[in-house]
């Protein structure tokens, strides 16, 4: 295992403007950010307690090294058990929304517990803490590559302080605990902006929360990040490029809509357009585009905000769901009258987005002469490839999958680098119906079946696209059995 870097305290990294970069036979390399005085490498020697060689780094490249140290290091959430009953009368009030985690020198235990968890996640690319308050405990689970384990469990008498501290961080109302809410809390983690979203529920045993990280450095992803096949993107592309329609993207909760989408308004924000967004809620703030996000409670639904902003000289127009009969005829009138128009839909592939919009009640010729593509996409966990094992595939996974038996498919290992799971980090899969005039007459015809037929005849479905990904030995045959909603692959 590779020997941990010797480590400063964050902040006097940050303030005296000082690195730990690498670590030599017998001395430590250390970045002094431009301007700084080297008086400060005295302590810095005596600290780490070893010869240092210096380098001399520009203010820029010396702020991403900060980040890229402190983000990444070890912050275990393991402050949990160091708490006593005495110290959980230690709640301390009025900390900032933004302070920076790495920053923080209150040993409050409740604080060091929520900041704990918090970096843990982010380290370790966990999507959602989940804290749940039961009789015998509370319960913190983190979902990981999109699966949910059990990380920690603490006494129960905490549940109401670790609740009401998140809840001052998110600045809800912590006398409320009747009714559910919802809040953010912006955070930075050794320099990386993190946006934390915070869910609350009341339940039997005390209020549940679920804490949503997003990375802000997510909204800059770019179209080719996302992984999606050559010729898919290049129809997804195609229809970017399109004056007006409207451009869906459909898939289950935490499929990676929105960020497809996002990846797709970065590809049109140069500038010359005016895009205009409605969203529930606006989950990354992005330069140059107008960002609006629903508010029930004021009566502003997907339905009138998309009113609103088509009066603000939009050419792109991103509405975060299309949910109801409303919405979908504003979208389409939009499309119609020279916007372009992106949106999801919960459906369970691409041909059924369009079957999913007719059964609101939008008229076939319509969406025919509107849509310009649909994209279906789910998300599978990636094979570790230090330590994935080849495995003849069995009767049942072959006849699954749609190959021989015998053929060669992989299978988890565990290893230090996956933290014994198999798997690391996760890849979209992805299915596009183009909508072309052959698709159009299937679209009137409200034939789903011929629709897909000619629309996959020469891109893979998502079944085909996640067998292939299996055969590559890039995922498991379970993950594409779950994306083809366990039916048989046809060969």
Known sequence: MTELLPTLPYGFAKRFGVVVIDRGEDKVQVGLRAGEDPRVLAEVRRVLGAPLTVAVVEPARFDRLLSDRYATSGLAADAAASIGGDELGLLV??????????????????????????????????????????????????????????RHRLPANVASMVVSRIKVMARLDIAERRVPQDGRIGLTLGGKSLDVRVSTLPSRAGE???????????????????????????????????????????????????????????????????????????????????????????????????????????????????????????????????????STVHTNDAPGAITRLRDMGIEPFLLASTLRAVVAQRLVRRLCPSCRVAVPADAAVAALLGVKEGTTVYRPGGCSECGGTGFKGRMGVFEVVRVTDEIRKYVLAGDEAGMAAAAFRENPALEGAARQLVLEGLTVAEEAIRVSRGQAVDA
Request: charged share 25%; hydrophobic share 40%; proline share 5%.
């Open 93 to 150: 009030d009025g900390i900032p929304s933004a302070e920076d985690l790495l920053d923080t020198q209150d040993d409050a235990p409740i604080i060091r517990l929520i900041n704990g968890l918090i970096a843990e996640a982010a380290r370790q690319g966990v999507s959602d803490i989940h804290i749940e308050p039961y009789e015998t405990g509370l319960v913190v689970r983190m979902r990981e590559d999109g699966a949910l384990a059990e």
């Open 208 to 342: 549940r929360v679920v804490m949503r990280l997003l990375d802000k450095d997510n909204a800059g992803i770019d179209l080719d990040a996302l992984g999606m096949p050559a010729t898919i993107n290049r129809h997804f592309r195609a229809a970017l490029a399109e004056p007006n329609g409207i451009v869906l993207v459909t898939g289950p909760t935490g499929s990676g809509k929105t960020t497809t989408l996002y990846a797709g308004l970065r590809l049109l924000n140069d500038g010359s357009r005016n895009i205009l967004t409605v969203e529930d809620p606006v989950e990354y703030a992005v330069e140059g585009v107008g960002q609006t996000q629903v508010n029930p409670k004021v009566g502003l639904s997907f339905a009138a905000g998309l009113r609103a902003i088509l009066r603000q000289d939009p050419d792109v127009v991103m509405v975060g769901e299309i949910r109801d009969r409303e919405t979908a005829e504003i979208a389409i009138q939009a499309s119609l009258t020279g916007h372009l128009v992106l």
